[in-house]
């Protein structure tokens, strides 16, 4: 059988298969469609202008080394006029991000931009080396994630830049719609499906411009562009209930390749219905709420990102498809998905249901550390009380899209969160 022709060129040999749509492509057909769909996500949703300084939440992994390299490359093909520079975070993780931090000095050197690291000691007096120390494995996610939004708001701040891109994917978004529709949380649906999230409490601006890009496309970037990027698992990674929605969503997408971008548009048509006082949108701005964010929020845990590792396995596949000059279709290992019975549950008499009443979101700032808060002390500041009187025995609910289902509940004695 003769090789496949590109679908769109109809003159090169097509190498692969898109997981979007199935279109054969060849490999320079494929890198400028991904790079002028990310052009179209900038200019339709009207991310950038001119002369803006623009923070990459960097972390060495795929996502946010291609956000990287794409936004290079779109800056000085369009003549964007953006003033690029890679911030980066140091959660203190000995083994994974020492070592990822490096490709991101590398990343530095290649896209010749400016870079900024800030670690959580620095900010908070502890690193997550020292956190898991403390509390064990179970939660570390939810501390995790609450300090890395905050310090890469400080960061930004530290640089004097107002707008932070990060490196969110369509399946993050897609995983993040699923997780809030199981939960029945409207508020948060109708926010974490907004390509760009601000609020009137903070000066910092945030974008997605790899939303509608799917994971397995970025990837096949990478590989073909040659970006040096870091593919080892956090090794404080758990699997919990985001893990169960990613095999939910990698299975759908087995069955309809679209059904990534379907979630996400469903999603996007669901926050529009959601009223604002519910969602805690402000004057029309969708808002992110303190360590609440889709995915994780730019920690590059590349294979605990991707159920058992499927990304490291892609990468693997595509080295050895390309030496065997074989067409590349990006497949998951099959996963046999869990058959439910259909179950109805008929309305006792005339009963109807009661929609549930959401509390409004008031934004405000910590008393203590001044960091946008819908609380009088900001979740951040409790978690580091309870780790810094060495017993973090506190009742804390952290509304984060991380782990441990809708609300984490740290339920280890009684202990009055104070102002001192």
């Not at 623009?54 to 779109?74: E, F, N, P, Q, Y």
Request: proline share 3%; glycine share 8%; with cysteine.
């Amino acid at each position: 059988m003769p090789p496949s022709l590109c679908h769109l060129c109809n003159t090169s040999r097509a190498v692969i298969l898109r997981p979007k749509n199935h279109q054969k492509l060849c490999k320079t057909c494929f890198i400028s469609t991904f790079e002028t769909e990310i052009h179209n996500t900038i200019t339709s949703h009207s991310l950038f202008h001119p002369g803006e300084r623009i923070a990459i939440g960097a972390s060495g992994g795929k996502d946010s080394t291609v956000l990287a390299c794409v936004l290079k490359t779109l800056n000085e093909r369009y003549s964007y006029g953006l003033n690029l520079t890679l911030l980066s975070i140091d959660e203190g993780i000995r083994g994974y991000r020492d070592d990822s931090l490096e490709t991101v000095k590398r990343n530095a050197l290649q896209y010749d931009m400016p870079l900024t690291i800030v670690g959580y000691d620095e900010l908070y007096g502890w690193t997550m080396d020292q956190v898991v120390a403390q509390i064990g494995k179970k939660g570390n996610c939810t501390y995790c994630g609450v300090f890395r939004r905050q310090a890469l708001d400080r960061g930004a701040a530290k640089l004097g830049i107002k707008h932070v891109v990060t490196g969110h994917n369509a399946d993050d978004v897609a995983e993040t719609v699923l997780m809030n529709l199981l939960r029945g949380d409207l508020p948060r649906l109708a926010r974490a499906t907004s390509i760009v999230t601000e609020s009137a409490a903070s000066d910092t601006k945030r974008t997605k411009p790899l939303k509608y890009a799917y994971e397995k496309e970025i990837v096949l970037y990478a590989h073909h562009r040659g970006l040096d990027y870091f593919t080892t698992e956090c090794i404080y990674s758990p699997e919990a209930f985001r893990g169960s929605v990613r095999t939910l969503i990698k299975n759908l997408e087995r069955v309809r390749p679209s059904a990534i971008l379907d979630v996400v548009r469903s999603g996007e048509d669901m926050a529009k219905l959601v009223p604002e006082e519910v969602s805690g949108r402000v004057r029309g701005k969708d808002i992110i709420i303190e360590g609440e964010e889709e995915g994780a929020d730019g920690c590059g845990s590349t294979n605990g990102r991707a159920s058992g590792g499927e990304m490291a396995d892609m990468e693997t596949r595509l080295t050895s498809d390309e030496t065997q000059s074989r067409e590349t279709e990006i497949t998951l290992s099959n996963i046999q998905g869990q058959k439910h019975d259909r179950i109805e549950f008929p309305l006792q008499g005339n009963k109807s249901r009661r929609l549930k009443k959401y509390p409004t979101q008031h934004i405000g700032y910590c008393v203590r550390c001044g960091y946008m808060s819908s609380q009088e002390v900001c979740k951040a500041c409790m978690l580091l009380e309870g780790l810094n009187k060495n017993r973090p025995k506190m009742e804390i609910k952290v509304d984060v899209d991380e782990e441990d289902g809708p609300t984490l509940a740290r339920k280890m004695g009684a202990l009055s969160v104070g102002y001192e």
